[in-house]
C-alpha cells in the first residue's frame, strides 16, 4: 500500500513538473501584429504607403484611389479615420509624399498630386512622365523612391507572355531615374518583376526579384548604374543611345549552369547580394526597407526588413560588404500577417505598417487585402543577431550569451549549400546540393560569438544553417533556428587552427537492429501529414481544403494521381495542369522521396475520405 502511495505521489510530481514547464516562445511574444480597422465599402487593395508629417498614414490602391487616414496609431481610442484624397487613376503601386505632395506611379504614369485649396482632397493632377504601355496585364510600375538628390526611381515590371517580355514597351524590365525636369534617365536592366526596392543609409539600391524565368529563386540584388540584374527581357533598349550599357540576348548562356558562370562572360551581369530560397524563404519578394530607427522598431537597428507578398511574411536581412561587393544572410522574422504584404514603412513612434493585396495574386493571409502594424514590445528574444563571413568559414554573433555544451555538440548543427540553375524556364530546382562539416568551433569569453570553421565553403554558393542544438544559457532553442548566407566573396584573414580542444563533440551512434515490417504501412495521420508539411513548406502554398496559393489538396486528390506520379509532378512540376493558377510551383527536389510518398499517400486518402463521406 506505502508503495502504492508513493508511486502516485512520484506520478503527480512529474505531471505537475511537466504542467509548470514554460512553453517555447513564439514570435507573436516578442512582436505584435495590430490590425486597423477598414470600413466595409473601402477596398483597401494597398499598392503603397507614405507616412506623412504629421503621422498620418497615406495609402494608394490598386483601384485608383489614395485614402490618408487619421489616428493610426490608435493611442487614445481605436477609432480610425479614413478619408479619400484621390481617385480615378490607374492601379497605383508606389506612393511618396514629399514637400506637401503626393507622387505615385500610376501604370502608365509618374503623377504629382496636390490638394492645391487645402480642402482634404487632391485637385490638381500633373503629369511628371508618362510611360509606355502595351496593355499587358503583367507591366505594373512601382514607385518613385527619392534618392538624395530629388531623382525619383521607377521600376517598370516586364510584360507576361508565357515567359517575361520587355520589347513591347519602352524601359520595360528597367530602373530608371526621373529628374525633377521629368527626363528619363535608364540606370540598370535586368528586372523581372521588382516590386520593392529601396535606398539603404549609404545610398545604396536594393531591390527584390520574384522567381520565374531566368530567376530561379527569389533574391535582393545591389544595383549600381549599368548593372544587370539578370533576366534579358528587357536589353532591346540596351540599344539606346542612352542606355549605360550594351547587351543582347544572344550574349546571354541558356544552359542551366549557375547564375555565377555567366557572370564570369557577361561583365555587367550583377549576382544577387542574398538568395531566398524558394518556398523556405518566401514565394514572392516583395518590399525591403532598413532598419534606421535607432532600436525602436526591432532588436537589429541598420538590418533590412524583406517582405513577401505569397507568404504573408516579413523576413530579416543582414548585409556586409567583402571585396566591396555585398552578401550576407536572410531569416524568419514575423509570420502570419492577414493577406500578401506589398509595402512596408515605418510610423513616426517606429512601428511598421503593412499594406497588403491578394487579389489576382494569392497569398498565405485569408483576406483580400489588410493594413497592420508590426510593433516590437521591447525584450530580447534568443535570436541569431548577424553572421560574418570568414576565411575559413563563418562567426555567427547571438543576441544572447549561449550554452557552451550545446554549441560544441556536432548535433546542433546541419549546414549544407546549394546553388539554382540560370535559365529560361520558370523558377530552378536546388542543384549541387552539398553537406557541410564543421571542423573546428570557438566561443568567445562573452559567449556571444561563435566561429565555425567549415570544410568545403563554396564561393557563390548559399550555406544554410540548422541549429537546432543550440541553446542559451537558460536551455531556450532559438526563435529561428535555421538562416541561410549568400557567399559571393571569401574574405582575406587568418584561419582558427583545428585542434583537439576546439573539435566538435561527436554523437554516439547506435546501430539499429533492422526489424522487417510485419504488414504493409497504413496512410499517414493528418497530424503526422501537417507536421512533413510544414517542415517542407508546403503549408506556404497549399492547405488541405482551400485554395491558398496554389490547389488544395483535397483538389489535388480528385486528380486521381498515383503516389508515384504525385512524386513526379513534386520534383518537376507541370504548370500546364493548373491553368487558373498565376504562379507556377517551383521544382522541390531537395524534398526527401520518402517524405513526398507519404504525403502522396495522405493526398490521395483524402479522395477515398471524400468518396465516404459522400455515400
Same mark, same amino acid.
Given at each position: 500500500m506505502k508503495n502504492r502511495q508513493m508511486t502516485i505521489a512520484l506520478l503527480l510530481l512529474s505531471f505537475f513538473a511537466l504542467a509548470q514547464k514554460p512553453a517555447l516562445k513564439t514570435e507573436q511574444d516578442y512582436y505584435e501584429i495590430k490590425t486597423l480597422p477598414i470600413p466595409k465599402e473601402i477596398y483597401l487593395e494597398v499598392g503603397g504607403l507614405a507616412t506623412m508629417p504629421d503621422?498620418?498614414?497615406?495609402?494608394?490602391?490598386r483601384r485608383g484611389e489614395i485614402w490618408i487616414i487619421e489616428n493610426p496609431y490608435q493611442k487614445t481610442n481605436h477609432q480610425v479615420h479614413y478619408k479619400?484624397? &484621390?481617385s480615378g487613376m490607374h492601379e497605383v503601386?508606389?506612393?511618396?509624399?514629399?514637400?506637401g505632395a503626393f507622387y505615385c506611379s500610376q501604370r502608365g504614369e509618374l503623377t504629382k498630386i496636390t490638394d492645391t485649396d487645402r480642402d482634404g482632397v487632391a485637385d490638381l493632377y500633373e503629369p511628371i512622365y508618362q510611360f509606355d504601355i502595351s496593355g499587358n496585364y503583367h507591366?505594373?510600375?512601382?514607385?518613385?523612391?527619392f534618392d538624395k538628390n530629388g531623382d525619383m526611381l521607377v521600376t517598370?515590371?516586364?510584360?507576361?507572355?508565357?515567359?517575361?517580355? !520587355?520589347?513591347? &514597351?519602352?524601359?520595360?524590365?528597367?530602373?530608371?531615374?526621373?529628374?525633377?525636369?521629368?527626363?528619363?534617365?535608364?540606370?540598370? &536592366?535586368?528586372?523581372?518583376?521588382?516590386?520593392?526596392?529601396?535606398?539603404?543609409?549609404?545610398?545604396?539600391i536594393f531591390y527584390g526579384e520574384n522567381q520565374g524565368d531566368w530567376v530561379g529563386s527569389g533574391r535582393v540584388t545591389h544595383l549600381a548604374k549599368g548593372d544587370f540584374a539578370g533576366n534579358p527581357g528587357g536589353l532591346k533598349w540596351a540599344k539606346e543611345p542612352n542606355s549605360p550599357f550594351r547587351l543582347t540576348l544572344e550574349e546571354i548562356q541558356d544552359n542551366g549552369a549557375p547564375m555565377y558562370e555567366a557572370a564570369a562572360k557577361v561583365k555587367n551581369l550583377k549576382l544577387p547580394a542574398v538568395w531566398f530560397p524558394h518556398a523556405i524563404m518566401g514565394i514572392s519578394t516583395s518590399d525591403i526597407i532598413q532598419d534606421t530607427t535607432r532600436g525602436k522598431f526591432s532588436p537589429f537597428p541598420g538590418q533590412y526588413f524583406v517582405a513577401d507578398q505569397g507568404q504573408s511574411k516579413v523576413m530579416r536581412m543582414g548585409l556586409e560588404k567583402v571585396n566591396g561587393v555585398y552578401q550576407g544572410f536572410c531569416i524568419n522574422y514575423r509570420e502570419g500577417f492577414q493577406s500578401g504584404i506589398l509595402r512596408e514603412r515605418f510610423g513616426l513612434d517606429g512601428s511598421m505598417f503593412v499594406g497588403?493585396?491578394?487579389r489576382g495574386w494569392g497569398s498565405t493571409g485569408k483576406d483580400e487585402f489588410g493594413l497592420q502594424r508590426l510593433l516590437w514590445n521591447g525584450q530580447m528574444p534568443f535570436e541569431i543577431q548577424d553572421i560574418q563571413a570568414k576565411s575559413d568559414g563563418f562567426e555567427i554573433n547571438f543576441t544572447q550569451a549561449v550554452d557552451v555544451a550545446s554549441v560544441k555538440k556536432a548535433a546542433s548543427y546541419a549546414l549544407r549549400s546549394y546553388i539554382y540553375k540560370y535559365q529560361h524556364q520558370y523558377g530552378?530546382?536546388?542543384?549541387?546540393?552539398?553537406?557541410?562539416?564543421?571542423? &573546428?568551433v570557438e566561443v568567445s569569453a562573452d559567449k556571444r560569438k561563435v566561429r565555425l570553421v567549415i570544410e568545403g565553403l563554396r564561393q557563390y554558393f548559399i550555406h544554410e544553417f540548422k541549429?537546432? !542544438?543550440?541553446?542559451?544559457?537558460?536551455?531556450?532553442?532559438?526563435?529561428?533556428?535555421?538562416?541561410?548566407?549568400?557567399?559571393?566573396?571569401?574574405?582575406? !584573414?587568418?584561419k582558427l587552427a583545428v585542434q583537439a580542444t576546439n573539435r566538435l563533440e561527436e554523437a554516439v551512434v547506435v546501430k539499429a537492429v533492422a526489424v522487417k515490417p510485419t504488414k504493409k504501412a497504413t496512410v499517414i495521420s493528418d497530424a503526422e501529414a501537417m507536421a512533413l508539411l510544414k517542415k517542407h513548406t508546403c503549408l506556404a502554398c497549399h492547405a488541405k481544403e482551400a485554395k491558398v496559393v496554389g490547389p488544395s489538396y483535397a483538389d489535388i486528390a480528385k486528380r486521381n494521381y498515383t503516389d508515384k506520379q504525385i512524386l513526379a509532378l513534386v520534383y518537376k512540376p507541370n504548370p500546364q495542369n493548373w491553368p487558373d493558377y498565376a504562379t507556377e510551383m517551383a521544382p522541390m527536389s531537395h524534398v526527401p522521396a520518402g517524405d513526398v510518398l507519404k504525403i502522396a499517400s495522405w493526398i490521395n486518402g483524402l479522395r477515398n475520405k471524400a468518396l465516404l463521406n459522400h455515400d
Open positions: 503621422g498620418r498614414i497615406a495609402v494608394s490602391t479619400r484624397f &484621390a503601386l508606389g506612393l511618396a509624399y514629399r514637400d507591366e505594373y510600375t512601382y514607385g518613385p523612391v517598370l515590371n516586364l510584360a507576361w507572355v508565357g515567359f517575361g517580355e !520587355g520589347k513591347f &514597351a519602352k524601359w520595360r524590365g528597367w530602373l530608371v531615374k526621373i529628374h525633377p525636369d521629368g527626363t528619363l534617365e535608364p540606370f540598370a &536592366a535586368g528586372l523581372r518583376s521588382p516590386a520593392g526596392y529601396s535606398i539603404n543609409d549609404q545610398g545604396d497588403m493585396t491578394s530552378s530546382p536546388i542543384i549541387e546540393l552539398k553537406n557541410l562539416k564543421i571542423s &573546428a541549429l537546432e !542544438g543550440i541553446r542559451n544559457e537558460a536551455g531556450e532553442p532559438l526563435l529561428h533556428e535555421t538562416a541561410y548566407y549568400t557567399l559571393n566573396q571569401i574574405p582575406a !584573414g587568418s
